[in-house]
C-alpha cells in the first residue's frame, strides 16, 4: 500500500508541474504578454479528465509483488519503514523529471514547428496550431509516464490510460466544432489543421518519446545496478529464480 501512495503523490507532482512549466516556458517565450498557449476548457479539464482515472487505477489495481510474497519476505516492508519510497531526494527526482519533461515539450515543438510549412498550401502553423500540439503531447507523456510506472496490468489500467488519450481527441474533435465563440481557438484546429498533417503525428511521437526517455533510462539503470527489495522480487521471479531472492534478500541489497 505504501508503494501505490507514493507512486500516487509523486505521480501528481509529475504531471502538474510537466502541464504548469510548459506553459510557463510559453508565456517566457511570449515575453509574458498574458497570451495562452491552451484554450481555457484545455486547461478546465486536464486534471478531470485527462489524467485523473489513470492514477485511481494504479491506486487501485496494481501491485509490485503478489501478496504471496510479501508474506513469505517480510524484508519487503523495510522499503517503508526506513521510507525509501517517499524520501525528500525522490520526491525532488520526480520533480525533476516534470520539469525535463515540460522543457522537451516547449522546445522541441515550438522549435520544430516555428517557421515550417505546416499546411498542405504552405502556411506556417499559428499559436492555435502550436497550443494543440503541446497540449497533446502533455496527454500522451504523463499518460504513457503511468504506463511505464505500472507494475501490474489489468485491462481496466489500459482501458483509462490509452482511454484518456482517446478522450482528448474525442473532446478536441466535438468541442472543435461548437461555434468559434464557443470553441474560440480550438475551433475545428485538429480536424482541418493538426490531423491531416503528417508533421503533427510525427512531432507528438519524437517529443513523446524523448520525454519519456529520461525516465526509462533511469529506471533501467536503477532496475539493474541499484535494485530495491521489489525490484529484486521482480526480477527473479521473472528469470525463474524464486529460490535465490531470500539470500539476496538477507544480504542487505543496497537501496
Not at 520526480?94 to 517557421?115: A, E, P, R
Not at 524523448?210 to 522480487?233: E, G, K, N, T, V
Request: hydrophobic share 50%; charged share 10%; net charge neutral.
Amino acid at each position: 500500500m505504501i508503494f501505490y501512495c507514493w507512486m500516487q503523490i509523486c505521480y501528481f507532482f509529475y504531471k502538474n508541474i510537466a502541464f504548469g512549466f510548459a506553459l510557463f516556458w510559453f508565456e517566457a517565450y511570449a515575453s509574458f504578454s498574458g497570451q495562452p498557449a491552451y484554450n481555457d476548457w484545455f486547461m478546465s479539464f486536464y486534471n478531470v479528465f485527462f489524467t485523473s482515472l489513470p492514477v485511481i487505477a494504479l491506486g487501485v489495481f496494481d501491485q509490485d509483488v503478489s501478496a504471496w510474497l510479501c508474506l513469505k519476505y517480510p524484508l519487503l516492508y523495510q522499503e517503508g519503514v526506513q521510507n525509501v519510497l517517499f524520501s525528500w531526494p525522490r520526491i525532488l527526482g520526480w520533480m525533476c523529471n516534470g520539469v525535463l519533461t515540460s522543457v522537451v515539450i516547449f522546445f522541441f515543438t515550438t522549435n520544430s514547428m516555428i517557421d515550417q510549412a505546416f499546411r498542405k498550401d504552405g502556411q506556417v502553423a499559428d499559436y492555435q496550431i502550436l497550443g494543440a500540439t503541446m497540449y497533446t503531447c502533455v496527454v500522451w507523456a504523463v499518460n504513457c509516464q503511468m504506463a511505464l510506472s505500472i507494475n501490474y496490468f489489468t485491462w481496466i489500467q489500459h482501458f483509462f490510460i490509452w482511454g484518456s488519450i482517446a478522450l482528448w481527441y474525442i473532446f478536441l474533435v466535438i468541442f472543435g466544432f461548437l461555434p468559434p465563440n464557443v470553441s474560440t481557438t480550438a475551433y475545428r484546429v485538429l480536424v482541418e489543421a493538426c490531423a491531416p498533417s503528417a508533421f503533427h503525428w510525427l512531432v507528438i511521437l519524437l517529443v513523446v518519446i524523448s520525454s519519456l526517455l529520461p525516465y526509462f533510462s533511469y529506471r533501467a539503470f536503477q532496475s539493474r545496478f541499484r535494485p530495491m527489495y521489489h525490484d529484486i522480487i521482480q526480477m527473479r521471479r521473472a528469470e525463474g529464480a524464486e529460490r535465490e531472492i531470500s539470500g539476496e534478500l538477507t544480504a542487505g541489497v543496497r537501496l
